[in-house]
């Protein structure tokens, strides 16, 4: 019997197939034993700029850099041989012009190894994913509540509540969807709206925080897990990892003040002389 495993990673044409099909199942991840572990079980990974908050205790995704998301990015795809991985453009490294987008995005392929990058906007950039899904780089969008423009937006807040909102970010996916992108995120928007995308456009739609209609989900890993202290209200908990660790935490701490460890004198015996 051959023993060979099938390295063989989920494409990009696969994702789309999706559509009107079974739910694309997505988590963030940024590190490589995490990433071995949903490998098998998630469709797509997506080195989110949400690591900078997650990972590196900053307010807002503002001071994420290329660097950061190419560091993370070869962790997971370290971590990884099925699920394909996404890693985000962070603030900063696209916006310019579809040119200074192409150059870090390659940036971004070629250091990690990852399938394709993600960015945030819709018609503003639409250009831009035509230019880099035209030239190899396949884009993931992302419209909505977008995170890198929380200073333009005042805070973290769901659009299209009001059905005055609604043309424009219809207008966003459909921009999204024509320049080539492969699949879009709606994030932090009414769920009437997040459905009525769904059923208009010809790309998957990906959501947090939008409609259990998207063509499938994504959530923050660590916000599931229960590692986050304050999650978004929308997000189910499916493990209590944060209390967990602070239990295993606090029994190791005793173990250590009672100099109790189990097998210690096996670890620490010198060896005999002779
Ligand atoms: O950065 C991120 O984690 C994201 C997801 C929330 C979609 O963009």
Redesign the pocket.
Known sequence: MSAVVSTKRVTVPEIRAHKNDKPVV?L?CYHAHTARLLDDHVDLM?V????GM?MHGMEN?LGVTLEMMIAHGKAVMRGSKHALVVV?MPFGSYEESPQVAFRNAARVIQETGCTAV?M?GGTRIAETVRYLSERGIPVMG?IGLT?QMIQVMGGFKTQGRTEAEWPAIEADARAIAQAGAFAV?L?GMAEPLAAKITRDIAIPT?G?GASAECDGQ???MEDMLGLNPHPPKFVRQYASLGADIEEAVKAYAKDVRARSFPGKENVYSMKKAG
Do not use: F, N, Y
């Open positions: 997505c963030t997506l989110g700029d949400s690591l997650v995704t985000d993600k945030e992302h995170p995120v994030e990906i947090i994504i959530l923050v």
